[in-house]
């Protein structure tokens, strides 16, 4: 039987040169946060995906010569990485006479507007410094996504080093794509950096590789079907049971504060052979190194939470993170689709009960195997649960509508109240040399992450190796968070991680 796909979803041309489609509930979520948000004067969840690179200069060689063919390489490929991915070049915006959100993609009309837009979105950061502060100090979200390029101070050795950052609204792209985008951007780079005269591509019929949204790449029906919508009721009473009649488990903030300030990132890495026995030590036990982290979090919640007279049952909530493009359609499944929003949340909550020891009590709330292996098993069994539902896809887009807030109007809305009993969450990228390769031509690259601006009260761990080494990582808000603060989660997960697997 043919999927029936609202025919809202195609790219259609309502005047020269402009393309626009509707946006699925994926996209509208990431829309209408920002929205929600927009009197903060930042972006909920605005992508920000990091990488370092260097070249080395070559004997003979001028160091500025080579820092300007490595700038004009990186702009030409930022130019051919539109043609070949233009939804990079798309924004997001509110269309008042149909009253819903629009997905808009505007083509180059002369040479004139093709270097406007470059000048718009390919920014050198004036000051030297190093990316990661450049990341911490509150940078900008333009309107479309927009590369910057922070220069490292100069060094000794005859190498040119510098960090490249992609601002963006998320309802454009995700962190997967993000990575998938950084791929193909290098590789088309080490092209341009060899060639002298490098022929950028002629515009015109690109709109064609535009991307759809997850519902369209992924072939989800339109509506419920009659047991679809009875699951969906079901996961709705069951997300709710759990917050009845317990104390949900937060990580503490500073409550002084009631308005978002500064996202801010901070990581910390394992060595190769810590990394080498996590995993060895995960694979054993059946597994992986995102249900172990997971399980740490929520011991480490629990053990963040106040002392009382007795000890108390309380029980941490969180979800998982699915990167959804192993369910859609080729070519979106491919990097051929990176600057796309294919990835849900997951409906059903993880929920893990966890006793706090009271004042007078001997027990200790450190762990060792016998208390951290069983909720690890129970985390792997919620993974496995919902990444072996081949029916799990065709609930997501309502998944998705469930978080979605309400157009408020043209005018600013006010900024919504902070959530009172956030969670500390984790988004796991997984092994990302299989995803960026460590070298493309001439450049040599390093140490890339993404991460999602974090305006609330909870923190965001994101889960990642690199070289053979882990890192783990938090995105925090600075009104509630401290870098110690944030430091101390991550390294109390890996002390769990080690002690709970007896390493």
């Not at 837009?117 to 309107?143: H, Q, Y």
């Not at 959804?324 to 929920?351: D, F, I, N, Q, W």
């Not at 016998?370 to 998944?399: C, M, T, W």
């Amino acid at each position: 039987m043919a999927i029936s796909v609202d025919s809202r979803f195609e790219w259609k041309l309502t005047q020269p040169g402009r393309w626009e489609r509707d946006i699925d509930e994926a996209e509208e979520f990431y829309a209408s946060l920002a929205k929600a948000y927009e009197g903060t004067g930042r972006v909920f969840f605005a992508m920000t995906g990091f990488i370092s690179f260097s070249v080395t200069v070559e004997p003979g060689t001028h160091f500025l010569d080579t820092e300007k063919r490595v700038e004009q390489a990186l702009k030409n490929a930022w130019i051919r990485l539109r043609f070949d991915h233009p939804t990079i070049a798309s924004r997001v915006q509110y269309d008042p006479v149909q009253e819903r959100y629009k997905k808009t993609y505007q083509t180059f009309t002369d040479s004139a507007s093709q270097r406007q837009w470059l000048e718009d979105t390919f920014c050198v950061v004036t000051e030297r410094m190093s990316g990661l502060d450049w990341c911490n100090s509150d940078p900008p979200v333009p309107a479309l996504p927009t590369l910057f390029l922070v220069k490292a101070p100069a060094s000794k050795d005859q190498t040119f080093r510098a960090d490249l950052v992609l601002r963006s609204h998320h309802d454009i792209i995700d962190g997967m794509g993000t990575l998938l985008l950084f791929n193909n951007f290098f590789s088309i780079a080490a092209d341009a950096y060899e060639q002298t005269n490098y022929k950028l591509p002629q515009f015109g019929e690109e709109w064609s590789s535009l991307s759809p949204p997850l519902r369209v790449a992924a072939g989800i029906p339109a509506s419920l079907s009659a047991e679809h919508e009875k699951q969906m009721q079901g996961i709705l009473k069951h997300n709710a049971a759990l917050k009845e009649g317990i104390q949900i488990a937060s990580p503490p903030f500073q409550r002084q504060n009631s308005l978002p300030g500064k996202h801010q990132r901070v990581a910390v890495t394992l060595s190769e052979n810590k990394t080498a026995v996590l995993l060895e030590k995960c694979r054993n036990l059946g597994l992986s190194i995102t249900h172990a982290y997971h399980a740490a979090i929520a011991l480490a919640v629990r053990d963040l939470q106040e002392r009382k007279e007795n000890e108390r049952m309380v029980r941490y909530v969180s979800y998982c993170l699915v990167n959804e493009r192993h369910h859609c359609k080729p070519p979106y499944s491919t990097s051929a689709h990176p600057a796309s929003v294919y990835h849900s949340g997951s409906g059903p909550c993880l929920a893990v009960d966890l006793v706090v020891p009271g004042l007078r009590s001997s027990k200790a709330t450190t762990t060792d195997g016998e208390s951290f292996l069983p909720i690890a098993q129970h985390i792997r069994d919620y993974y496995l649960e919902i990444r072996g539902n081949r029916e799990y896809i065709k609930l997501v887009p309502s998944f998705w509508a469930m978080s979605i807030f309400p157009y408020p109007g043209p005018d600013t809305p006010a900024i919504p109240a902070r959530n009172e009993t956030p969670s500390v969450s984790i988004s796991s990228m997984g092994v990302i040399d299989k995803v960026i390769r460590h070298n493309y031509g001439s450049f040599s690259v390093d140490d890339p992450w993404v991460t999602g601006e974090e305006l609330g009260t909870g923190l965001g761990v994101f889960l990642d190796t690199w070289k053979g080494r882990l890192t783990l990582s938090a995105a925090y808000n600075d009104s509630w968070h401290g870098k110690e603060e944030a430091l101390d989660v991550l390294n109390r997960c890996n002390d769990i991680v080690f002690r709970g697997l007896g390493i």
